[in-house]
């Protein structure tokens, strides 16, 4: 799922591509992608597109007092091509029609979960906002009293929307990588210095990513937006060498996610548990990198 360095890449080059532009039409390929009645998704048609900002995950597409809601989910994605291209059939939800090209939105996944809305107003726009501050902008104290709001594991405190803006799965590990900070550690049994650590990691990774994927586009449209990168320390590679000290990267799964970690920079080598497994092998779960290798080596 796009997460706030890659929408912030989407709304970089949006604003290149379209803003002050006219949306001369849309095409709708599937009407599940649109989640509103009133307005309705022609008033949108004739407009000028005058900016952008990011709510979370969602980019919002401004026209006067109109505004355009995208959610992305896991698999959405904007493409650019020349205008009135084809909607591709199979994962193409909707083209937007310039005089100078089209943006067509797609999602490569079975089920269809990306999402727009046609809002008017301020009040209705702020419907969307789950509450989650923006890292980037806020200040320490600010910070610290977001994460111990409540007493959550700081993987599911980094990734909760309601207190922290546009952090997801894949850069939250990267975050707490950095920080060197157990994602099963909880809020509120962080020091002043790690909750200082975390913010700094929080921050810089970010920051670093958004940098980096915006210099990697350049002025083309971005045509790879992903949830993995090959230079991300451990999210997505495990059993891959932590690149800080050659530890093989872990990973739990729970359902759609994941969480990646090193067992020596972030738990003092030991092996967090998944909750059914564990309680099902009971005695036999490893608790240490050692003992993992010992019964891989004897099973």
Not at 182 to 204: G, M, V
Not at 239 to 251: A, S
Request: charged share 30%; glycine share 6%.
């Amino acid at each position: 799922m796009p997460e706030l360095p890659d929408v912030e890449l989407y709304i970089s080059a949006l604003r290149t591509y379209i803003e002050g532009r006219t949306l001369e039409r849309v095409r709708l390929a599937t009407p599940f992608l649109l989640r509103s009645v009133q307005p309705p998704l022609e008033s949108a048609e004739g407009r000028v597109v005058t900016g952008f900002r990011r709510i979370g995950k969602r980019i919002v597409w401004e026209t006067s007092e109109l505004f355009l809601v995208f959610h992305l989910m896991i698999a959405g994605r904007f493409k650019w091509r020349e205008r009135g291209a084809a909607i591709p059939r199979k994962v193409g939800l909707a083209a937007f029609d310039f005089a100078h090209g089209s943006l067509i939105l797609t999602e490569a996944a079975t089920q269809k979960r990306a999402s727009l809305h046609v809002v008017q107003g301020e009040d209705a726009l702020a419907s969307f906002d789950p509450g989650g501050i923006d890292v980037m902008t806020s200040d320490t104290a600010s910070f610290a009293e977001a994460l111990q709001k409540e007493s959550h594991t700081l993987k599911r405190t980094l990734t909760d929307p309601r207190i922290f803006s546009g952090i997801g799965n894949a850069y939250s590990d990267e975050i707490l990588h950095r920080a060197r900070l157990s994602p099963f550690k909880l809020s509120r049994q962080l020091t002043a210095e790690d909750i200082a650590k975390l913010r700094a990691a929080t921050i810089e990774t970010l920051t670093e990513w958004t940098e980096r994927l915006q210099h990697e586009a350049g002025e083309k449209f971005p045509e790879k937006v992903t949830a993995f990168h090959e230079r991300m320390a451990v999210h997505g590679r495990f059993g891959k060498p932590c690149p800080r000290c050659g530890t093989p990267i872990q990973r739990i799964v729970h359902g759609e996610h994941e969480v990646n970690y090193c067992p020596a920079c972030q738990t003092e080598g030991r092996l967090l548990a998944d909750r059914a497994l564990s309680k099902l092998l009971k005695d036999d779960w490893p608790k240490t990198l050692d003992e993992l290798e010992r019964k891989k080596r004897s099973g």
